[in-house]
Every structure is written in C-alpha cells, then in structure tokens.
C-alpha cells in the first residue's frame, strides 16, 4: 500500500502564487485606475467638504471640462490597442478649432456644413497616416510628427490671431445643458459619453474590435491568420483623425473660438488618459472603460488643484508623470509575467 504525500503550502508561496494570478489578470490595471479615482474622490469629499466638492454637479463637470480630451483619448486607444501611436491629435484638434471659427466667421458657411468639413478633414487626415505608415513601412511615431507639424502648420496659414465666434447657434449650443435630476451636463459631454459607447461596442463586440486587439497583440501572428492587416491599421488611423477633429468641434464649443496654439500638446494628455486608464502601449490589451477612468483622474487631479487654491496648475503635470511612471510599472510586471 503506498502512501501519497502532498508538499505543503507555506504561506510565502501562497502569497507569490496570489500575486502571480493578480499580476496575470488583465483587468488589473482598469481596477486600479478605478480605484484610484475612487480614492481620489473620497479624498476630496473628506478634505473639501465644506466647499461644496460633495455637490453631483462638481463630479457632472468632470465630463463637461474633460469632454473633448475624452473623445480625443478615445482615438487614440484605438490606435495605441494596435500596437501604434498618434502625435498628431492635438494639432488636429488646433486645426479644427481655427478651420471651423474660419469658415463660420470669416466665410459665412453654415455651421452644419463647416462641421461636416471638418470632420472630413480630420478623418482624411488620419487615413492618409495610416496609408503611409502601412504602404511605406514608416514607424507611426516619424509619420503623426509629421501630421503634428502639418497641423499645426495649417492653423498658422488660416490665421496667425485667434477667432472669436459670434454666430447664434454656437453660443446656443454652448450654453445647453440637460437635466439629469441632481445635476446638468453639456451637449459636448453628452456627446463624449455617447463616442465612449460606440468604441466599447465596437472594440468588445465586433470583428473590427477583435482585429484591433489581434494585431496589436501579435502583428505576425495576425499576418498568418489572415486578418486584413493593413486595412485594419488605416482604419485605426482613420478613427483617430475622427475622434481627434470631433474633440475640435467640442473643444470649439467650450471656448468658442479658433487659436493656432489651441491644444498645444494635449496628444500626450491623451495618451497619458489611456496609458493611466490600463492600455498597454506595445498594444494587444486594454478597455476603452480604462480610457473613461483615466480621462476622470486627469481631469479630477485639477479639480481638487483648483479647490486647494494654494498650489500652481503646473503640479497637474507633476501628478500625471508620477502615476505615468506607475501605471508602465505596472504593466512592465505583468508583461515580464507573461514571458515566464
């Protein structure tokens, strides 16, 4: 009769193999974004009681402050899921705040016709990144410096000196706000929270969505599937200029005006909201719902700035690189967990 014996469990094993299935998880980084902010929060509501930061209308401006970085960020995690970059977006969204305050003001076009061009621009803008950077092989970071400078470039041929915009339907559009019961939010919120759900449907539920993550995950492997590779990656593209010349339109409409240094390098807070919010940067994983998070911590870092009243709006930059530097910690441990 033999007799089987099982190696026992010491505690410092369990403890390594726990954190071994944590570091494994993929939702971990989006978790601790989401427990970040709600820290954050908490933290806000303790110290900032009496100054009204409990009121649902300072959470509500979250998004109607961050709407336009949002849909920005939005775009650029279709991109970064595939495993590319975009240095373009805040140029774009320079761009179109000038071409729209332009066509409006100094030309006379209606404003549903100016907002289609721009769209249009925007997403043209975007294909012909993606065409480039697939047909040519050119490293996505040489070619979106490239739409950086062209952009920006282009707001400085519309006009050297900001646009203010006077037309009605503008500042209507501006000032509507829609009741939700305990507080309101702006049209350009509303419409952020809106491109939010459309990219969480198409990145989870349809092939598009599945491509993305695929090639992102591993372009080789992608390649002998036969997943439509460079179709896939222009498309990403394409989305981004969309996404991009959308958060002009919203970002037009929170200051009403065109400014060729409108959104000076707001690229690398979009990028910093979706590395926060848990996308990887070499690609392949992540949730648009990490994007939304990393969105909310930013813009709650200036919130709680601005109800200290005492420090300088430079420590939002200060704050950003600190959790910058953690969250790639962390997804340098996960990624080194799965090459073990």
């Not at 959470?59 to 402050?65: A, R």
């Not at 769209?119 to 012909?128: A, K, N, R, T």
């Not at 070499?282 to 648009?288: F, L, Q």
Request: glycine residues 12%; aromatic residues 10%; contains cysteine.
């Amino acid at each position: 009769m033999s007799a089987t014996t099982q190696t026992p469990t010491t505690p410092a094993s369990s403890t390594a193999s726990k954190a071994a299935r944590l570091l494994g998880d993929r939702r971990l980084p989006v978790l601790a974004t989401a427990a970040l902010f709600l820290a954050m929060y908490i933290g806000g509501l303790s110290r900032y009681q009496n100054y009204g930061f409990a009121e649902p209308q300072v959470f509500l401006n979250l998004f109607i402050d961050n709407g336009y970085l949002l849909v920005a960020a939005v775009g650029a995690t279709f991109v970064i899921l595939s495993g590319g970059i975009d240095l373009s977006v805040g140029s774009v969204i320079g761009f179109t705040t000038m071409f729209t305050a332009w066509l409006v003001e100094r030309q006379g076009v209606p404003l549903v016709i100016a907002v289609v061009l721009a769209l249009g621009v925007g997403s043209f803008g975007g294909f012909l990144m993606g065409y480039v950077i697939h047909n040519f092989e050119i490293q996505p970071f040489i070619v979106t410096l490239a739409g950086l400078f062209l952009f920006r470039g282009l707001c400085l041929v519309i006009s050297k000196e900001s646009i203010s915009i006077g037309d009605a339907s503008v500042s209507s559009l501006a000032q509507t706000r829609v009741s939700l019961g305990l507080g309101e939010l702006s049209i350009g919120a509303l419409l952020a929270l809106v491109v939010l759900g459309i990219a969480f449907y198409v990145l989870h539920y349809t092939r598009f969505g599945r491509r993305v993550y695929a090639i992102g995950g591993n372009e080789q492997s992608a390649m002998l599937m036969g997943l439509p590779q460079g179709g896939t990656k222009i498309a990403v593209y394409t989305v981004s200029g969309f996404c991009s010349a959308l958060a002009g339109l919203l970002f037009t409409l929170y200051i009403q005006s065109g400014d060729p240094l409108h959104a000076t390098g707001m690229e690398l807070d979009a990028i910093a909201a979706v590395v926060i919010g848990g996308t990887l940067l070499t690609g392949g994983s992540g949730y648009v719902i990490g994007t939304l998070f990393g969105v909310l911590v930013l813009g709650l870092i200036k919130s709680l700035i601005q109800f200290e009243g005492t420090l300088s709006s430079w420590w939002t930059k200060i704050a950003t690189g600190v959790l910058l530097c953690a969250f790639i910690l962390i997804q340098r441990a996960m990624t080194a967990r799965k090459k073990t």
